[in-house]
């Protein structure tokens, strides 16, 4: 579908592109951050909308471990962890 030559999108559409979970695309609808229209019961989310998301989006955060020699265990409870 289109409008005045722009594709509008699904949010599960969205959501695959992106690579997230459909409900993150929701809560950006539903927090302003990327704006969708309702056709109907439907929504939908034109390209120029997912765009501006992309490009208002922070940057990933770097990795929480950046020594590749640092072994860090899971939290787990005493009784199951190893030794």
Request: a positive charge; zero cysteines.
């Amino acid at each position: 579908m289109q409008v005045e030559g722009t594709p509008l999108y699904r949010a599960r559409d969205v959501a695959a592109m992106v690579d997230v979970d459909v409900s993150t695309i929701y809560r950006a609808i539903r927090t302003g951050e990327l704006t969708a229209y309702r056709v109907g019961k439907l929504l939908r989310i034109p390209a120029t909308a997912i765009d501006a998301y992309l490009h208002k989006r922070p940057a990933a955060a770097p990795a929480a471990v950046t020594n590749q020699d640092s072994v860090v265990e899971p939290n787990l409870p005493h009784a199951t962890r190893p030794g």
